[in-house]
C-alpha cells in the first residue's frame, strides 16, 4: 500500500472514528506526520503476511492525557529518541513499527517515526481502536510483554522502564508521564514478526483510511452517516454497527485525572424531550446508557460524531450544545474472547456489568 500525504486528512479522520473518543486528537497528530514526511520522506505501508517472522517490530505512541496533547506538542525528536533508546537498551534495532493503537493520534504517531527512522509500517495494531492503558492490548492479552518500555519528552528527557507484567508497566508509565508534564512518546511491545502476526489486529491501518474516505464520500453525496454505515458493515470487525442515538449535548463533565481525561456527557433528544443518553469516558467512551439501559458497552465501540458532517468528536473536543450522533460497532473478534475481556472489558474500568456484544442489545445490527 503506497500512502501519499493527501491520505492523511481521511485516515486522520477514519482513525478518530476508531479512538472511541480517545488516542489523542487526530489533527494534532496528522500535522506531526505532515512534518516528519515533508523532512524525511513517505514512509511504505505493509501488510503484516509481507513482515518475515524473524524481523524486530516497534511501536510509537503518545501517552498521556489527549487534553494535554492539543498544547504540548511533540517536537519530532522525542519521537525518535523513545525509538532509539529501546533499540540500544534491547541490543537489536528495528526493522518495522507497527501502532500500538489504531485510534485517535496514535495511527499518526507511528507514521511520522517510520518515516524519520526510515522504516516501513505495518498495516496492524493491537487494538483495533483506542484504548487508555498500556495492558489493554491485543499484543499482550495473547503473549507479547510490553516491557522494556521506553519514554522520552520534548526536551529530551528520557526513561526506559523493566516492569514484571502489564499492569506493573503501566502504572510506572504512567507515574513518569505525570513527571513528563502528562504528555510523552513511547515505545513498547517490541515483538517479532511471527509474534505481529499472532497477537495484532491486522488490516486495520487501511481500514481507517477507508473509514475517512468513506466520510468524506458520504458529504459530497448528502448521507455522511449513511456511507459511513455502509462501508463499515462491509468490514469484518467492524460490521455490527447502528446509530444510537441523535440529539444535542447538554451536559458535559470533564476533568485531568491520574493523566485521563475522565468523566460523562449527556445528550437529550432531538426527536422526544424526554429521553437522554448517557456516556462515560476514561479518554475512550467506555459505556452508554438510555434511560439507564445499557445500549452499548466496551470493548465494543462508542462514537460520537457531528449529526450532519459525520466528523468524529473526540473527547477533549467535546462541548455543550454540539449536535451529535452515537454510533456503536462491534470490536474485533480477538477482543471478545474471555483473556480478552478480563482485560479490556467494562470490569476493568470500574462498570459493575459484563461485557454485552452490540448485536445482543439490538435486533437489528
Excluded: W
Excluded at 534491547?90 to 518495522?96: K, T
Excluded at 511491545?189 to 488490516?203: F, N
Aim: hydrophobic share 45%.
Amino acid at each position: 500500500m503506497k500512502l501519499a500525504v493527501g491520505d492523511l486528512v481521511d485516515l486522520a479522520r477514519g482513525a478518530a472514528f476508531l479512538g472511541t473518543g480517545g488516542g489523542g486528537d487526530p489533527y494534532i497528530g496528522r500535522l506531526v506526520a505532515e512534518q516528519a514526511i515533508r523532512e524525511f520522506g513517505i514512509p511504505d505501508v505493509v501488510t503484516a503476511d509481507e513482515v518475515p517472522d524473524d524481523a524486530a517490530v516497534y511501536t510509537s505512541a503518545m501517552i498521556g492525557a489527549p487534553t494535554v496533547f492539543l498544547e504540548k506538542i511533540p517536537s519530532g525528536d522525542d519521537i525518535t529518541l523513545a525509538v532509539r533508546k529501546l533499540e540500544a537498551y534491547r541490543g537489536r534495532p528495528a526493522d518495522y513499527i507497527v501502532p500500538i493503537e489504531i485510534g485517535g493520534c496514535n495511527s499518526m504517531i507511528p507514521i511520522a517515526a517510520a518515516a524519520r527512522l526510515g522504516l516501513p509500517l505495518v498495516d496492524a495494531d493491537g487494538m483495533g481502536r483506542a484504548f487508555p492503558e498500556l495492558q489493554m492490548v491485543t499484543f499482550n492479552i495473547y503473549g507479547v510483554p510490553p516491557s522494556p518500555v521506553s519514554m522520552a519528552d520534548e526536551h529530551g528527557n528520557s526513561v526506559v522502564i523493566e516492569a514484571g507484567d502489564a499492569k506493573a508497566a503501566e502504572d510506572l508509565a504512567r507515574a513518569n508521564v505525570i513527571q513528563m508534564g502528562l504528555s510523552a512518546l513511547m515505545s513498547c511491545y517490541a515483538m517479532s514478526g511471527a509474534e505481529l502476526k499472532r497477537a495484532g489486529v491486522l488490516g486495520t491501518f487501511s481500514t481507517a483510511l477507508d473509514i475517512g474516505r468513506a466520510i468524506a464520500r458520504g458529504r459530497r453525496e448528502g448521507e455522511p452517516s449513511e456511507v459511513l454505515l455502509e462501508v463499515l458493515r462491509r468490514n469484518a470487525l467492524y460490521g455490527r454497527c447502528k446509530i444510537l442515538f441523535e440529539g444535542k449535548i447538554t451536559d458535559l463533565r470533564r476533568e485531568t485525572a491520574r493523566g485521563f481525561a475522565v468523566g460523562h456527557c449527556r445528550v437529550a433528544s432531538a426527536s422526544r424531550s424526554t429521553l437522554d443518553l448517557e456516556f462515560e469516558f476514561q479518554n475512550e467512551n467506555l459505556v452508554a446508557r438510555i434511560g439507564g439501559a445499557i445500549v452499548a458497552i466496551v470493548p465494543d465501540l462508542i462514537c460520537v460524531i457531528d449529526s450532519e458532517t459525520a466528523e468524529p468528536i473526540t473527547t477533549e473536543t467535546l462541548r455543550y450544545g454540539q449536535r451529535v450522533r452515537i454510533v456503536a460497532t462491534s470490536c474485533a473478534p480477538v477482543m471478545r474472547t474471555p483473556e480478552a475481556i478480563a482485560i479490556m472489558g467494562p470490569r476493568a474500568f470500574g462498570i459493575d456489568s459484563d461485557f454485552i456484544p452490540i448485536e445482543t442489545l439490538h435486533d437489528d445490527v
